[in-house]
């Protein structure tokens, strides 16, 4: 019989776990405030703390924090955001979508922007920079910061997969002027369902992102500006302050589990590097590999499922090709070596060592 690894397994499989979520969603059946109940306010204060951050505003999806963080600041026509080149989807998309063009800076091979891209990327045009803390790994937030303040830019930290990493004991999400996490299910932190957040120092941003996240309106009826509905559901705000105790434990074993694959497969793939003052996550623990889609597909025949995060460039989507700027040579050659591969908590030592045994047996 073939042992099946999958990339994840979302499931709740632990009775304690499943019985608390079910008594904290019984909470919210009982007092009936289904959108902005107190477990959202309560989720809010908690994660401004952890971020050591002033104020956090709960939202509906990662996409939603990243929109309405650039329109709290302003951005939209005319301006432009520079952006890694290799994320999700929703990075570039929350930037179009306020009318502000996105500009797509090259990557290092740790996968994360690259300042100095960045660095040449801007014009009189430019407004934010927009990086993303790509595989849960905090990006190089001090050149860029500096960068960013040499040209009197802002920058908005995209933190969609890095909640709880750290760059010299500073928390993801601490850095740029706001911050943005997603918490969906894929997640390390992850609601029952769709789910971000935003976090600022300003009241000023805290006041408009409170009423861009629902219609615009302030006091429930005067729209101030045209916006989404983008509030975040207290059910899931319930669910993520459960889930919230856990997420140290759930990082300690995603760390243990990517220093066995690190033990287990050097010298036959490129491994992710800590540096230094760093704290990683492994929201994904993505590899650089020869032969990659034969690779894939040798793996997959033995039962281990693997993704590729992602296969095109965001430049390159065909909703922004020929539509935008950006120059991207080291991300064209990586996303052809990139391989993600199973590294959830839920693994065991006999799985890593099944996975880095078909690694073995494939460059034999
Ligand atoms: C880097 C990044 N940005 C933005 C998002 C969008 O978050 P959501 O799916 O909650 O809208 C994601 C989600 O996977 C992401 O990984």
Redesign the pocket.
Known sequence: MTCKIPFLDLRITDNSERQELLTAIDTVFQHGRFIVGPEVAQFENEMAALCNRKFAVGVD????A?FLALKAIGAGPGDEVITTSL??I??ANAIALTGAKPVFADINDDLNIDPESVAQLITPRTRVILP?H?TGKICPIEPLLQVAHKHNLDVIE?A??AFGARHCDCPAGSFGRIACF???P?KIFAACG?A?VIVTDEPEIYDRLLALRYNGTVNKETCLEPSLNARLDTIQAAVLLRRLRYVEQIVNKRRQIASWYNDLLAGLVRTPVERDNDYDVYYTYTIQADRRDELKQFLESRGVETKIQHPILMPDQPAYRHKTRGVFPNAQKLIKRILSIPAHEKLTRTDVEHVADCFRRFYQ
Do not use: I, K, P
């Not at 999806?61 to 939603?64: E, L, P």
């Open positions: 999806s990662g996409t939603s990243l994320s999700w929703a990075t993303v790509y995209d969609s997969q997603s918490m969906n894929m769709e971000g």
